[in-house]
């Protein structure tokens, strides 16, 4: 029996791949951003797309985001298939404008005569020391914006899998890559078939039976991390990843709770007017008599992103996800 | 040991590494703005054009007019008139080829008419029944676009595609005087000229943002100067001078098509009217000055030059005017009917997939129409 040597690859090399190969297949892709080409861009995401497409096909524009993502629209209008890199979540901000007002409805102003196919890739989150406007968690600004998709990968195989779907998605796409995983490292081999993955589709990361975490990106491993530790509680965790904030996979994230009659969403954007308010509603509309406890949220502080010294007391962690689920009404079970 | 000596070397002056990149003088705007019309230049322009144009113009006019009186019928929610811009309005149509696109702000209904949009259709957006009434790829038009600018940049990403695919096509994008003062103006120009994109930008200085007066805009010396900061050609032009205006934005498409890059024309024009029918322009301006612009009319101007040269007699303005009059009554008549609106549409095209929530909400909207009866 022989096994395929598997090396071990980054997120951001999966990123890479993801959009070379996108590029291979369909000449109408095409990468820009701000030191996107000869650079590779600042987390080497792009690296050697310029060298081995022609700046042509990834191109260094100038730095200007409502720019880049304006002229993307009018490259999407005439068929091409943009891939826009924002270089960091709080330089997305100059974006905005072109992407609520047209990037997000232009189908629906048009009765779908003009979908715009934009993939647009924003580093997020924190946990890296980053300074100041290096570390935004902007997904509720994204989901609260009809007509864009929302996703987010937690791991080196759908980083591949869900970025392959952003591009080949007649829907504009919001990319959120959690930024501090960038370095993560999983078993994955880039030279083997790879599947994409739909968008849209939560997964249960780890089984359980006492509570649901619900979470994506970034939160996700904290999640893992803080169901391993609650074994010594007495605590068998089912962690949800979502990947896709828009479309919301209710099925999966219902059925879970269902089955364990109490949850927990865990997210670093802040928790007031944050995504885990809707997620806490819809679960509680949908499974209110299978509930044992409120639902309740682990966020980020309804704080401006602190200085980085400072980044570790606001960012969820296992001993704070572990103290809201030890809050889950548990006496009522004994 | 000093930081200096260190390094190796002193140079009192910067390195070689800066050079001018461009002679502005050739990109500097015309002094005075460009006249054909009561010029020499006239006696060289091609009288079947300017025929064609004052028919336009004629037809344009008519056009507001009938669009404004359907305000006033509430057949329209709003209608910002571009009457007294007609030159404008229609040059940008009629300087384009058919494979390329025009990119137009919400006051240029006028200019996608010109351009062969059913007037009906145009004015979609203005009645409320949808947001844009046609198929953008139909006429190469995008959809008129109301957040000031930021269609600009759509002209310029637009452009750059299609010369990165070979393919021949300029983009004409229209934007106002207050338009220019905004972040997207600024990104677009300059895109563009990296670019080196097809692209032409028509900037309709009308004098006012709804009630601003363009000294409360910018300081520039012209807005046509602003294309000399990006590294392109500024051109001013009379906005009313109908010839003046096709063949300074025909120049353009020619040196956009010709691969020399973007031009910014900015047209010195007059908004007649009010900015749509809601406003109230007697609260910021007086009679004498829009009465000054009325004697300056684009269509008086080409009348004038048709008649005194012989080139239009009464039955040739007769005949323009009956064409118009055709025309707004079938504008007339075709607005006059109801829209035909299905609710389900709301649902039909945010995504090219409903997602499970979409679904949930079109499933609760059809049940609430069931329940009124209103099932289409």
Redesign the interface.
């Known amino acids: 029996m022989t096994t395929v040597a598997v090396k071990p690859a980054t997120m951001a090399q999966a990123l890479t791949r993801a959009m070379r190969d996108a590029m291979a297949a369909d000449p109408t892709v ?1 990468v820009m951003g701000e030191d996107v080409g000869t650079l590779g861009g600042v987390f080497r995401v792009t690296d050697g797309l310029a060298k081995e497409f022609g700046e ?1 096909r990834c191109t260094d ?2 730095l ?1 985001e ?2 880049i ?12 298939r943009p891939v826009v890199e924002m270089q960091f979540d709080a330089f997305a901000y ?1 974006a905005f ?2 992407l609520i ?2 990037v997000a ?11 715009l196919p934009i993939t647009i890739r924003v580093p997020y989150g924190g946990g890296i020391g980053g300074v100041e406007h290096h570390s935004d968690s902007s997904e509720a600004y994204y989901l609260a914006t ?2 864009l ?1 929302v996703v987010t990968p937690a791991t080196v195989a759908d980083a591949y899998g869900l970025l392959r779907a952003a591009i080949a ?3 504009p796409v919001v990319f959120l890559e959690p930024k501090r995983l960038y370095w993560s490292k999983d078993s994955w081999n880039p030279d083997e078939p790879q599947s994409v993955e739909p968008i ?1 589709r939560a997964v249960v990361r780890r089984s359980g039976r006492s509570a649901t975490l619900i979470t994506y990106g970034p939160s996700v491993p904290v999640c893992l991390e803080a169901a391993e530790a609650a074994r010594a509680e007495g605590w068998d965790l089912e962690v949800v990843d979502l990947r896709s904030l ?6 999966t994230v219902c059925a879970s709770v269902r089955r364990t009659g109490r949850a927990v969403v865990v997210h670093e954007s802040g928790g007031f007017g944050g995504p885990g308010g809707e997620i806490a509603a819809r679960v509680t509309e949908r499974c209110f008599h299978h509930l044992e406890a409120p639902v309740l949220r682990v966020a980020g502080f309804d704080i401006p992103y602190p200085p980085p010294m400072l980044e570790r007391h606001h960012l969820p962690g296992v001993d704070r996800i572990l103290d809201a689920v030890g809050r889950l009404q548990w006496e009522a079970e004994s | 040991m000093t930081v200096m000596e260190q390094r190796g070397g002193y140079r009192p002056s910067p390195p070689p590494a800066w050079q001018p990149r461009t002679d502005p003088a050739p990109l500097l705007p015309d002094a005075e703005p460009y006249r054909v019309l009561g010029t020499e230049a006239a006696g060289k322009a091609d009288p079947g054009l300017l025929r064609r144009l004052y028919a336009e113009l004629v037809r344009g006019r008519r056009y507001n007019a009938q669009a404004t009186a359907l305000t006033k019928q509430g057949r329209l929610a709003v209608y910002p008139s571009s009457t007294g811009q007609e030159a404008c309005e229609v040059a940008a149509a009629l300087v384009l080829q058919d494979r390329d696109w025009l990119f137009p702000s919400y006051r240029d209904t006028l200019a996608a008419v010109a351009r062969g949009l059913d007037p009906v259709e145009a004015l979609t957006l203005l009645r409320g029944d949808w947001h844009t009434g046609y198929d953008p790829h139909e006429h190469r038009v995008a959809p008129l676009c109301t957040p000031l600018a930021t269609q600009l940049p759509h002209a310029v990403g637009l452009a750059h595609a299609a010369r990165l695919k070979g393919d021949d096509v300029v983009a004409l994008a229209m934007v106002g005087d207050g338009g220019t003062s905004e972040g997207d103006f600024h990104e677009a120009l300059n895109f563009a000229a990296v670019w080196q994109a097809p692209v032409v930008f028509l900037v309709q200085n009308n004098g006012f943002a709804i009630s601003v007066p363009l000294a409360k805009q910018t300081a520039a010396p012209s807005l046509a100067h602003k294309a000399v900061g990006y590294g392109m050609p500024g051109r001013l032009v009379d906005g009313n001078d109908a010839a003046a205006v096709h063949e300074v934005l025909a120049d353009a498409v020619r040196h956009a098509r010709a691969g020399g890059g973007p031009t910014l024309v900015e047209a010195i024009t007059y908004r007649v009217e009010a900015h749509t029918n809601a406003d109230d322009a007697t609260r910021y301006r007086g009679d004498a000055e829009v009465d000054a612009w009325r004697d300056h009319d684009p269509i008086k101007l080409l009348e004038h030059e048709l008649t005194t040269r012989g080139l239009l007699d009464d039955a040739g303005i007769q005949a323009a005017r009956d064409a118009a009059e055709t025309m707004a009554a079938d504008l007339r008549e075709r607005m006059n009917q109801d829209p035909v609106l299905d609710p389900m549409d709301l649902f039909a095209h945010v995504y090219a997939e409903p997602t499970p929530q979409l679904l949930e909400q079109r499933a609760q909207l059809q049940a609430e129409l069931e329940a009124e009866g209103e099932t289409p």
């Open positions: 095409h042509d524009t100038p200007a409502a720019g993502l304006g002229t993307a629209v009018g490259m999407a209008m005439y068929g091409l100059p404008e072109q007002s047209h409805r232009m189908r629906n102003r048009t009765r779908g005569t003009m979908p009809p007509g998709h998605s007649d829907d849209g828009v479309p919301f996979d209710d099925e």
